[in-house]
C-alpha cells in the first residue's frame, strides 16, 4: 500500500508540536508556581544610592538650569575678565589670602570633630602663611609639609551622624543638601561674627572708605572662589548631566565626612 507524501507530513508536523508541549508542559509542572522576589522596592526606600533623595527634583532642575545661564552669561565672562586682566601671581596671591581666612573655619570644625591632627595643622598653616606669608599672600606651608585641609559645619553635621537630606540646588550656590546648606549658613554667620568682632572698617579711614573696601573685597572673593572651581556646567558632555553631578556630589560629602 502506498502512503502519500502529501497525507504524512500534516501528521508529523502535528506529532512534533505535541511532543514538544507535552515537554514544556513538564518542565513548567518541575518549578515552583511563583518565585518569590528577594528584595522589595521599600528595602531601598532609605538607601540614596539606589532611590536618590531628591523630593525636590523639579526646582532643582531649575536651578540648575539658572546656574547653568547665570554662569555662562554672567559669572564666567566676570571671571574671565578678572584673569584677563590680572597677572597670573596676584591671581596666586589672592587665593592664598582667602584660602588663609578659610583656614579659620576648618580650624573651629576640625575642633568639633575632634579631629585634633588636622585642627593642629590648620593651626600652625594659618600661623605660619599670616606670619611668614604677609597676611597669607604666600602659601610657604605647603612647603613646610603642612597640606591645606578643607571642613565646614556642613561635614561637621555628618561626622555628628545628621543625614545629608534631600538633594538641594541652590541659586549660583549650586549642588548641595540640605545638610551641607545648613552648614553653609552657620559659617557664614561665624565669618559674620567674627567679622563685626574685629570690627575691620575701623582701621581704614574714612568709615565710608572702609565700607567700601570691605564690600569690594567681598566681590573679589566670590570672584576668586569661582575662579578656583574648575567645575563647568554642561561640559561633561553627558546627555544626564543632572543625576551625574547630583551622584558625585553626595559621594564627594560622604568621602569628606569619612576623613
Known amino acids: 500500500m502506498t502512503i502519500s507524501v502529501r497525507r504524512v507530513y500534516p501528521v508529523m508536523i502535528i506529532l512534533c508540536m505535541a511532543l ?4 514544556c508542559a513538564t518542565t513548567a509542572s518541575k518549578l515552583p508556581a511563583e518565585v ?15 532611590l536618590p533623595n531628591d523630593p525636590w527634583e523639579g526646582f532643582n532642575r531649575s536651578m540648575y538650569k539658572f546656574n547653568y545661564n547665570f554662569d555662562k552669561y554672567f559669572f564666567l565672562p566676570v571671571v574671565n575678565g578678572y584673569e584677563y586682566i590680572t597677572p597670573v601671581p596676584v591671581q596666586t596671591g589672592v587665593s592664598n589670602f582667602y584660602n588663609n581666612i578659610n583656614e579659620v573655619r576648618t580650624f573651629y570644625n576640625s575642633l568639633l570633630q575632634a579631629k585634633g591632627e588636622k585642627s593642629l595643622i590648620t593651626f600652625n598653616r594659618f600661623l605660619t602663611n599670616t606670619i611668614l606669608g604677609i597676611g597669607g599672600l604666600f602659601d ?27 538633594y538641594l540646588v541652590l541659586p549660583v550656590l549650586g549642588p548641595g543638601t540640605t545638610r551641607s546648606a545648613s552648614g553653609f549658613v552657620v559659617d557664614s554667620a561665624v565669618h559674620a561674627g567674627i567679622k563685626n568682632a574685629l570690627d575691620l572698617p575701623q582701621y581704614f579711614s574714612p568709615e565710608s572708605t572702609g565700607e567700601d573696601l570691605l564690600t569690594a573685597l567681598t566681590v ?40
Open 20 to 23: 514538544t508541549l507535552a515537554g
Open 220 to 259: 573679589l572673593k566670590v570672584i576668586d572662589n569661582r575662579h578656583q572651581q574648575p567645575f563647568r556646567y554642561h561640559d561633561s558632555g553627558y546627555v544626564f548631566e543632572y543625576e551625574l553631578v547630583q551622584y558625585l556630589f553626595r559621594e564627594s560629602r560622604e568621602l569628606q565626612v569619612m576623613k
Open 140 to 166: 610657604p606651608a605647603t612647603y613646610f609639609d603642612l597640606k591645606r585641609q578643607n571642613e565646614d559645619f556642613g561635614q561637621t553635621l555628618g561626622v555628628w551622624g545628621v543625614g545629608g537630606g534631600p
Open 36 to 50: 518569590p522576589a528577594m528584595h522589595s522596592v521599600k528595602d531601598f526606600a532609605d538607601d540614596e544610592q539606589i
